[in-house]
């Protein structure tokens, strides 16, 4: 991955903090800076969601540089970031129902952690401080498709703790000239993402029951749509964020721009492995919004971002990588 280079100047006099750089956005983030010859990435990571697998390519690099420590630990926040000039924080806790089933751990991490990296960011003078915000702060929220000013009432605790980021990074900026962008994330899907565990993804987790022709759990009546986002497009954003020069806090919408029905999603998947699977339907998940679709008009003009992957074709490459990665190792 990574053929498109979404900077313009060289990285090599240049060093970045990757928190939760084991995780799956965070190690393709990685992936992309060493590929360019990035000065340094570094990674801080506990490994509580992430894995070693996602860092293994990298080890013995030379420019890489692996913490493994808690962003609830303020002292490690403070070594993470020293010396660092780029900051994209990843590390929290997802999840909508995890966050139901433990509103404080994610409390803790998403809020608690979030504050504590920003803390260290400024008072080592990072130039920059970009991270991942999420759709879930748009709640209740009914109208499509998405726009960053118009959020509605969050509809889990993590949606909470996303908003709640959003609401630090504004008054550090507005109270210490500490200026960040967030992503808001639509359903970023991909390479690396785990398809195992209680809280899987849904695309990860349909692309492996398929493989295994196994039908998949279905929420609801499958029309529930999202706005499903290749992981080669939020490395794009992260990238040319970190690269903006802003003059205030920012939040934009990352995503592909257009909605795909569960429905959709699983018989698409069904197609790559060229069978035809029934799924099976079961009660809606509280929580979960029901349809989701975001408009990217202001990161395109705000960070010159560009989708340049659609979710037909982020679902071959993702098919192919569980393909050799899980398939096999199951066999």
């Known amino acids: 991955m990574y053929n498109t280079q979404f900077h313009t100047d060289s990285l090599a006099d240049k060093s970045f903090l990757i928190t939760g750089g084991a995780g799956f956005i965070g190690s393709n983030i990685v992936e992309y800076l060493l590929k360019y010859n990035a000065g340094k990435v570094r990674v801080l990571d506990n490994f509580a969601t992430g894995s070693i697998d996602n860092l293994k390519p990298f080890l013995n690099n030379p420019a890489f540089e692996l913490i493994e420590g808690d962003i609830r630990d303020i002292e490690k926040c403070k070594e993470a970031v020293k010396g660092i000039d780029y900051v994209s924080h990843q590390a929290a806790l997802g999840s909508v129902p995890r966050s139901i089933a433990d509103p ?29 915000a999420s759709s879930s702060t748009y709640g209740d929220h009914p109208d499509l498709p998405k726009v960053e000013d118009k959020i509605g009432n969050p509809l889990s605790p993590y949606a909470i703790t996303k908003y709640v980021n959003e609401l630090y990074a504004s008054v550090f900026s507005k109270t210490y000239d500490f200026h960040a962008i967030g992503l808001r994330y639509f359903n970023v899907f991909g390479p690396r993402q785990n398809p195992k565990g209680a809280y899987a993804a849904v695309i990860p987790l349909f692309i492996t029951l398929a493989q295994n022709n196994e039908p998949a759990y279905i929420n609801g009546d499958g029309e529930t749509s999202r706005d499903f986002t290749f992981v080669e497009n939020a490395v794009q954003a992260n990238i040319r964020a970190l690269f903006t020069p802003t003059a205030q806090h920012e939040v934009v919408n990352i995503a592909f721009g257009e909605r795909t029905t569960l429905n959709e999603l699983w018989n698409e998947i069904c197609k790559l492995q060229q069978i035809e699977l029934k799924p099976t ?6 929580g979960d919004v029901k349809h989701s679709l975001a408009d990217i008009s202001k990161a395109s003009k705000l960070i010159n971002y560009k989708p340049l992957v659609s979710v037909k074709q982020g679902l071959q490459i993702a098919n192919e990588w569980y393909k050799s990665n899980f398939a096999a190792s199951e066999n």
């Open 281 to 286: 339907y079961r009660t809606e998940r509280k």
């Open 104 to 132: 404080i751990i994610s409390n803790d991490v998403n809020i608690s952690g979030f504050l504590n990296m920003l803390v260290a960011s400024r008072d080592e003078n990072v130039k920059k401080f970009v991270y991942a």
